[in-house]
């Protein structure tokens, strides 16, 4: 079981990738999450399941001290701005913060740049700039209105973390079939069907 934190500025549609991805739903007018909610699904890895439980954070500053005790223990997180707002781009510095304080030291960092039906507003200079600077370990572009690019951010999670679970239980500590850094862009114009039948929600 990895814990998997979702996590950015309210609005930017965290809550709507995790719905699209679990529930297979897309609500248009989602209310703002208030504290965590919880989901858990399944993915295959190697013919191996690799289980998620995905916690989706509040965005609002308010619930900042409410959501903060849930990043202990988590393996990986996913970090979610707004294409078409530049300040939550602006802001995905501070989630990486708030992880290096609070979450495993090793944890696991994917950016989703969401919404990419919309006009783009954070270009993909600014984007490989960030990449450059810090220790994301992947960017993926996804749209949860138009469900593309969202069973691929959740089987490269578990994609990740199995394979770090794999090097860190060999008997040398190493694994070259992973290498963490660098931070690799991956942008999809379609869901992936084999991807997209390799995850069951349990909750």
Same mark, same amino acid.
């Given at each position: 079981?990895?814990?998997?934190?979702?996590? =950015?500025? *309210? @609005?930017?549609?965290?809550?709507?990738?995790?719905?699209?991805?679990?529930?297979?739903?897309?609500?248009? &007018?989602? #209310?703002?999450?208030?504290? /965590?909610?919880?989901?858990?699904?399944?993915?295959? /890895?190697?013919?191996?399941?690799?289980?998620?439980?995905?916690?989706?954070?509040?965005? #609002?500053?308010?619930?900042?001290?409410?959501?903060?005790?849930?990043?202990?223990?988590?393996?990986?997180?996913?970090? /979610?701005?707004?294409?078409?707002?530049?300040?939550?781009?602006? $802001?995905?510095?501070?989630?990486?913060? &708030?992880? %290096?304080?609070?979450?495993?030291?090793?944890?696991?960092?994917?950016?989703? =740049?969401?919404?990419?039906?919309?006009? $783009?507003?954070?270009? #993909?200079?600014?984007?490989?700039?960030?990449?450059?600077?810090?220790?994301?370990? #992947?960017?993926?572009?996804?749209?949860?209105?138009?469900?593309?690019?969202?069973?691929?951010?959740?089987?490269? /999670?578990?994609?990740?973390?199995?394979?770090?679970?794999?090097?860190?239980?060999?008997?040398? @500590?190493?694994?070259?079939?992973?290498?963490?850094?660098?931070? *690799?862009?991956?942008?999809?114009?379609?869901?992936?069907?084999?991807?997209? %039948?390799?995850?069951?929600?349990?909750?």
């Amino acid at each position: 079981m990895i814990k998997v934190l979702i996590i =950015g500025d *309210s @609005g930017v549609g965290k809550t709507s990738l995790l719905l699209r991805h679990t529930d297979k739903i897309f609500i248009s &007018e989602q #209310q703002n999450t208030i504290g /965590v909610e919880l989901k858990s699904t399944y993915q295959l /890895v190697k013919g191996e399941r690799v289980y998620l439980q995905i916690w989706d954070t509040a965005g #609002q500053e308010r619930y900042r001290a409410l959501t903060k005790p849930y990043y202990r223990g988590a393996k990986a997180a996913i970090i /979610v701005f707004d294409l078409n707002k530049h300040e939550s781009f602006a $802001h995905v510095r501070e989630w990486i913060a &708030e992880l %290096s304080r609070s979450a495993d030291k090793d944890c696991i960092i994917i950016l989703v =740049g969401n919404k990419s039906d919309l006009e $783009h507003h954070v270009t #993909q200079t600014e984007i490989n700039k960030l990449l450059e600077t810090t220790m994301i370990n #992947q960017y993926m572009q996804a749209s949860a209105k138009d469900n593309k690019g969202i069973g691929n951010i959740f089987q490269t /999670v578990a994609e990740l973390a199995y394979y770090i679970s794999q090097r860190d239980s060999s008997d040398t @500590g190493q694994n070259n079939a992973i290498t963490l850094k660098k931070a *690799s862009t991956i942008e999809l114009d379609s869901e992936d069907p084999s991807r997209d %039948s390799k995850n069951c929600c349990l909750t």
